[in-house]
């Protein structure tokens, strides 16, 4: 067993158990504490200017937690949100600081596994940030990334902000896989055109510690 700066214990026969360790996380940890926290996420605001993603379009946060990212976009009247995580307790953390918006829609699910992403509408904007890293099992990934395939619409875009090669291996007690862009591309399959990716350098909440992260945009094409 070994202790995290979280404020909570993982025990290692636990960690394959995702939907409890992140209870656990948003149980035991203040949200500004947590290592993937950020105020305002400028890097993916910035692209959602850039590339005049319109208000109509069906935003898809996976894995949010208890994102400032949500509330920046309700706040820029984006009106089509859909907000998943495996934890219900992110969620209702969450859902208590948006409760005076009514168009969201809050999905508890676990995309390695879906049973509710997968029969919902098709998606414009699929939004993964430091979740996808989290998948070590190919199993997981193979599944992860064809609920992506499945749930996008043409021309829609697909942003992945993961740890990238050369960053951290591990995060919240867990091991964590690095990414680079062939690698989100062969995850993703050639009806996705790779549009732009840029490494960031995000700084950890709680310490001097900044971990390397990589954001890459791209775009379902007909194929």
Not at 23 to 43: H, V
Not at 161 to 168: E, R
């Amino acid at each position: 067993m070994y202790i995290l700066k979280y404020n909570f214990k993982v025990d290692i026969m636990e960690v394959k158990n995702f939907k409890s360790h992140w209870d656990n996380a948003y149980i035991n940890s203040n949200i500004e504490d947590l290592g993937w926290y950020e105020r305002m996420p400028k890097a993916t605001l910035g692209l959602f200017e850039k590339y005049n993603i319109s208000k109509d379009s069906v935003v898809f946060n996976a894995g949010a937690g208890c994102t400032t990212f949500i509330k920046f976009l309700l706040e820029r009247d984006y009106r089509n949100i859909i907000v998943n995580d495996i934890s219900s307790i992110a969620i209702n953390k969450l859902r208590g600081e948006l409760n005076k918006y009514d168009n969201i829609k809050w999905i508890i699910d676990d995309l390695t596994k879906s049973k509710k992403v997968k029969i919902m509408q098709k998606i414009d904007f699929w939004y993964d940030r430091a979740v996808l890293h989290f998948f070590t099992d190919e199993e997981q990934q193979r599944n992860y990334f064809s609920l992506i395939r499945d749930k996008m619409n043409i021309d829609g875009y697909v942003l992945l902000s993961q740890f990238a090669k050369g960053g951290a291996n591990k995060c919240c007690g867990l091991d964590v896989v690095n990414y680079d862009d062939q690698m989100f591309q062969n995850g993703l399959g050639d009806k996705f055109k790779f549009v732009e990716s840029f490494l960031y350098s995000y700084q950890h909440p709680y310490n001097s510690n900044r971990r390397k992260y990589i954001y890459s945009l791209f775009k379902r094409i007909k194929k």
